[in-house]
Nanobody, 124 residues
Framework: QVQLVQSGGGLVQAGGSLRLSCAAS????????MGWFRQAPEKEREFVAG????????YGADSVKGRFAISRDNARNTVYLQMNSLKPEDTAVYYC?????????????????WGQGTQVTVSS
């Protein structure tokens, strides 16, 4: 059974940084495209960043480009989201997700497995 277990997150002041981690188990992690999403209250879940199976290609939403960076360590079965220059509008529950294929995807429906979610709150 595939499991994605998230860690990190919390409360930070505007301009600060946080790093989220997502540890995968239950299958060969390195074969699949991974992504991060977020969902703010009363808003739809939105794509934040994605990374190819080998880490060579990364994708990011326009709202986070230049501030957030996604990376992965296949030896540790872990994907990371480094978030810098955080803004109050980044406040949301963040989810990591895994596709069942190596190709990219930016819609929630493209993903098959999800982490438990972690709260990120940015104060002004």
């Amino acid at each position: 059974q595939v499991q994605l277990v998230q860690s990190g997150g919390g409360l930070v002041q505007a301009g600060g940084s946080l790093r989220l981690s997502c540890a995968a188990s239950g299958r060969t992690f390195s074969r699949y495209f991974m992504g991060w999403f977020r969902q703010a209250p009363e808003k739809e879940r939105e794509f934040v960043a994605g990374i190819s199976w080998n880490g060579i290609s990364t994708y990011g939403a326009d709202s986070v480009k230049g501030r957030f960076a996604i990376s992965r360590d296949n030896a540790r079965n872990t994907v990371y989201l480094q978030m810098n220059s955080l803004k109050p509008e980044d406040t949301a529950v963040y989810y990591c997700a895994s596709r069942n294929r190596p190709s990219s995807g930016q819609a929630p429906a493209d993903y098959d497995y999800w982490g438990q979610g972690t709260q990120v709150t940015v104060s002004s």
